[in-house]
């Protein structure tokens, strides 16, 4: 910049500031050239951020990764080679949706034609919940668009086309970078709302629908799940998975299906009886405090337990049900019926109290990690005395079974063994028509 420059730049802030004159906007803005500067040096930190995050993964993966970065950029980095395809911009493809709503068409506008703009986990996962919310009302129609944006068909795509796109993953990569660049030296950083939902164990997302609601939601609760590692479900082990509740609430839902409720249940005879099933959230909490009881137990407690139930787990698979058939001490015959999560439902045909006796697993359980002697059914009745639990006409089919499994532990204790039980968070969402709810 010229001393004449630097001079006309002082005299109009010094006419601005002291002298209460209108400020030339157009002379800092146009004559100085601001505006093609910062569009200039915003287009070269965009396409520094492409490069990076194409560094982020190895070489391995980039055939995968190279179409959704120009996805999120909405330009090819080598148009030479990619003339065969019409690329545009995610935010400008959508726009070409002819059936979109109001809603949607004011949700468009919260999309930048470059993400790469984006830069935070927080702002990307709304976005991007916005992008899939369209999809997914507009499948066949985005289909349509994007067939008619690739030029070539066939072998002749190279996969570098929308397909990428049609397969509703083209946000993971990215979505994943931004979860490791919020990071990077700082393992313990995670999404804002985690920090919130630990500290207050229950949060309420509001807003419209299309906002990105469910999708933070389940993004926090990865996040917590994983320790902050990451923010993709999909990243996530089965057990991880297993610590996130998730149920949608619509007016056919029913209290019985959250909570718990009776079941019709078809015996083995034929004949039709109900029973009482838990919900989903009451199962939930059921495995979450099966899981915190068990981490407050000692790493011999815990081997005990877990060795105990792939026992217990091991002769249930040996059993048919309608055929498999025991003999109590008294010598009437019994066999079983059902067994689910928690209960075993036996039959005994020739009993004079009643035709249909229920064990529950987790007494069975009990026994087994005692190591009791158990010689007769009196025997049983002693044992569940100090849990003050008192048995009648089920004392005899316990003492059967606990029997047959002894005999049979030899050939079926074929099982792996656990680590020992961390306690470990579990996170239920509740997503309502407008707001998800998270405990």
Known sequence: MSNSDKIDDASQLIQFALHNIKQDYSYFLD?????????????TELEKRKQDFLKFYDQGKWTAVIPKANWLSGYWDDKQNYQKIKLVSISQLLSYITSLTATENEALKLIPDNLFTITTSDE?????????????????????????????????????????????????????????????????????????????KNIILRGAQGTGKTFLAKSMATDI?????????????????????????????????????????????????????NGVFTEFIRKARQNLELSQKSDEEQTLENDTKNLLNAYI???????????????????????????????????????????????????????????RPKDVSVFFKKYNIVQRQEDSYYFTVYKDIRENQQKLENHERKSPVNKNPFIFIIDIVDKAMIQ
């Not at 949608?248 to 039709?272: K, W």
């Open 31 to 43: 004559e100085s050239g601001l505006i093609a500067n910062a569009h200039k040096t915003n287009q």
């Open 124 to 200: 990307f996962v709304k976005i991007s919940d916005v992008i899939n919310s369209i999809i997914l009302n507009h499948r066949q129609e985005v289909d349509a668009l994007i067939d008619s944006l690739n030029i070539v068909e066939g072998n002749g795509r190279r996969g570098w086309d929308y397909s990428n796109f049609k397969k509703r993953n083209w946000y993971k990569e990215y979505q994943k970078y931004l979860s490791q660049h919020d990071r990077k030296g700082d393992t313990n950083i995670q999404l804002k709302g985690s920090s919130l939902l630990i500290n207050s």
């Open 225 to 277: 799940i994983s320790n902050g590692e990451t923010t993709d479900l999909n990243n996530l082990t089965e057990e991880q998975q297993n610590q996130i509740g998730f149920v949608q609430f619509h007016p056919s839902y029913h209290y019985t299906d959250f909570v718990e409720g009776l079941r019709p249940l078809a015996n083995v005879d034929g004949n039709m009886g109900f029973e009482l099933k």
């Open 317 to 375: 698979e040996t059993i048919t049900i309608g055929e498999s058939k025991l003999k109590l001490q008294g010598g009437g015959e019994f066999y079983f019926d059902t067994i689910d999560n928690d209960k075993i439902y036996l039959i005994a045909p020739r009993s004079n109290i009643s035709h249909k006796v229920i064990l529950k697993t987790n007494y069975l359980l009990k026994m087994l990690v005692s190591d009791a002697d158990f010689s």
